[in-house]
């Protein structure tokens, strides 16, 4: 009788290893589909509050500022210093209140 119930938790045993050594493959790959997914989603989202400003970088003190002809932005993200008084479209997100316009750049093209 204890034989067959050591038979019994041992095939018990072997039947939840072979499961658990099957699923993990298909639980990784699951894993970094949903990875893939969310990074997708993320960046497709950050694409749709993203705001191109064109203007020219000005520096006051240690402050960068992008002038626009919606007014000036404080620049945040990027360091700009190189860029000062040249012409640019800056990509980012854009906050605007009543104190400040800011825009955290993301993405810098000098136009020729």
Known sequence: MENIQIQAVVKALFVCTAVILTA????????????????VVF??????????????????????????????????GLSLDEIVGKKVNLTGVVKKNEEERIIYVAKAEVQE
């Open 24 to 39: 993990a493959p298909l639980h990784a790959q699951s894993v970094r589909s949903m990875t893939e997914n969310s990074v």
């Open 43 to 76: 960046e497709s989202s950050l694409q749709r509050i993203q705001k191109t400003l064109t203007g020219v970088v000005g520096k006051i003190g240690d402050s960068l500022f992008l002038e626009t002809a919606e007014g000036a932005f404080r620049i945040r």
